[in-house]
């Protein structure tokens, strides 16, 4: 499977636009099978398209990621790495990894802030059923807030619940 960049270079998305439409679709319509199931909970849907990694890595932009997608590349990485315990330099250089616990403190600052990007770009996301939240979160996380925020017809569908024109923008 293929896996997607850190979450702090959402702007230079690997996928490209169709594939990204051709993977809402296929939410879209795992979403509505699955209506009432979900407790409007992405993080398991996120962690299951990052996949999660305990040592370090690079991703598929070469930029050396652990945890859930967490970018260690970026301005803040050390200190982040540091609030969960852990040494910057060791883990970068793969002498040490992080553990369970380690892994989701990384990533749920990261998982907040996609949740108040995808309510920001949804005006009517309040109202959407868990799994189209769920997925619109996935989405911001993968693409960053100023990445699924551009997504403008798409959004608009959804807010109008619109899911067949959604599923073909």
């Known amino acids: 499977t293929r896996q997607l960049p850190s979450r702090q270079l959402r702007s230079s998305v690997c996928l490209t ?28 849907l996120i962690a299951n398209h990052e996949g999660k990694r305990n040592c370090v890595y690079k991703d598929t932009m070469g930029i050396k990621t652990i945890g859930i997608g967490f970018n260690l590349e970026t301005p803040g990485a050390r200190a982040a790495i540091a609030k969960v315990g852990a040494d910057y330099d060791s883990i970068v250089s793969g002498k040490t990894c992080l553990t369970d616990q380690q892994v989701n ?44 925020a551009s997504f403008t017809g798409f959004i608009g569908y959804i807010n109008a619940k619109d899911w067949a024109n959604a599923a073909a923008d």
């Open 17 to 44: 636009r169709r594939s990204m439409l051709m993977l809402v679709q296929v939410l879209l319509l795992a979403a509505f099978a699955l209506d009432g199931v979900s407790s409007c909970d992405a993080r398991s």
């Open 105 to 148: 403190e990384l990533f749920e600052p990261s998982y907040q802030s996609a949740v108040s990007g995808a309510s920001r770009a949804v005006s009517s996301f309040s109202s959407l059923c868990c799994n189209v939240q769920e997925i619109m979160i996935d989405m911001d996380y993968n693409l960053g807030d100023g990445g699924f």
